[in-house]
């Protein structure tokens, strides 16, 4: 028997159940997807099994896949007649990566097509975030908020404490570094050209 499309009020409530269930109702394997959206097989597994929360650029090549938007992807929806979109401080779907050392939570809506996008970034005492190269031509602008951390790019390094603003190339290897005592908590816009 085929398998009807899910009514909107039926939709998954997570990204592990929606991918589970997109895939499904296309009939595609997990390597079928890695192959259409460029993502390892493991990645998508690790994915479905709620084990790993995709970056931003990795739930667009997802969403590509699927020819959804980031937010038709998740299932975010906004306020019918709203010009308001909130993003809920515990909101999963903005949480692209938590672990012991590391959080970080998107907080530009999802379903914008955008070539701004803004985070909130934690990082407890001694972890960095380290960022492979962003496309050509990208920027990072960072307030810290709480902390004191150290940023290299392009072979430069400089430290920044609470309150202090930088911006630096992104389209090259970089880091964050906490090198305080205490969590650092920092606000990332990421500009691309």
Known sequence: MARTPNKPDESPSTLPERLKQLRSDRGWSLEQLAQLCDVSRSMLSQIERGQANPTLGVALRIASAFRLTIGELVGESTQPGSAIHVIRQDDPTHHFRSDEDVSIRTLSPLNLEKDVEFYEVALKPNSELKSAAHFGGTREFLTVHQGRVRVDSAGDTTELNRGDSASYP????????????????????????
């Open 170 to 193: 992104a389209d090259v290897a970089h880091r964050i570094v906490n090198v305080g005592r205490t969590e650092a908590i920092v606000f990332l816009v990421v500009i691309y050209k």
